[in-house]
């Protein structure tokens, strides 16, 4: 039915303390992505699962970065020890993909603003 | 990852028809191109997808020259409502990320 769900939409948190962020993808879609987005800027590719595996995290900015998605549904960013540069939009996208199935569609969420303090 | 260039922003009256190209010179054989739109405070969403020659939806064309080396955008008769930015993606399904630059901001004037 709906598509992709980001909760919660804003959150503020002090530096220093840990955030999740959740994403619920379109019900049947292997592929689910998550980005950052900063003022005026694209989004900022940071990890891509295929089902329950991180496919390439070669985006995560460093170790305080982590994300799941144990199966293969929704999923959830971690960040340890929030720094003020942590502040943007977290986007999570996800799509029916295919092995050789050419191109994709991918369908974003609302995205999640984290602002740190 | 093939690279996309895209202009940075471009303006546009309402009821003209805009065309955006993107330049991808090293796109792959197995890539397709695709366009997303934005608004702000929203994410992406996608517009339109082609491998070769012209795709065609209800809401832009998608032109796409022999070489596949670029490919451009056509919205017609805009609107105000048209107003955001505009990313051209190139990739396959299956293997890689989608990867977006900094997109190009259409600007629609009354």
């Known amino acids: 039915g709906a598509g992709v769900s980001q909760t919660p939409s804003n959150k503020v948190t002090e530096k220093g303390k840990y955030v999740e962020l959740r994403c619920d993808p379109i019900s049947g879609h292997t592929a689910l992505y998550w980005y950052r987005q900063s003022l005026g800027q694209g989004p900022e590719f940071l990890i891509y699962?295929?089902?329950?595996?991180?496919?390439?995290d070669s985006g995560l900015p460093n170790d305080r970065f982590f994300a799941v998605r144990p199966e293969g549904s929704v999923s959830t960013l971690k960040i340890q020890r929030t720094e003020r540069g942590d502040s943007a939009v977290y986007l999570c996208?996800?799509?029916?993909?295919?092995?050789?199935?050419?191109?994709?569609?991918?369908?974003f969420g609302q995205g999640t603003r984290l602002t740190v303090v | 990852l093939a690279k996309t260039t895209q202009p940075i922003s471009m303006d546009s009256y309402e009821g003209q028809e805009v065309n955006i190209t993107c330049s991808h010179n090293n796109i792959a054989t197995n890539d397709y191109i695709t366009w997303y739109q934005q608004f702000p405070s929203q994410g992406p969403r996608f517009i339109i997808q082609?491998?070769?020659t012209k795709v065609t939806n209800e809401v832009a064309s998608l032109f796409i020259p022999a070489d596949r080396k670029s490919s451009t955008l056509s919205l017609p008769r805009v609107s105000l409502s048209d107003t955001a930015v505009y990313y051209c993606?190139?990739?396959?399904?299956?293997?890689?990320?989608?990867?977006f630059g900094k997109g190009t901001r259409l600007s629609v004037i009354a």
């Open positions: 993606l190139v990739g396959s399904a299956g293997n890689t990320p989608l990867v």
């Open positions: 699962f295929q089902g329950t595996g991180a496919a390439d």
């Open positions: 996208a996800s799509s029916l993909v295919g092995i050789g199935q050419g191109g994709t569609e991918a369908f």
């Open positions: 082609g491998y070769k």
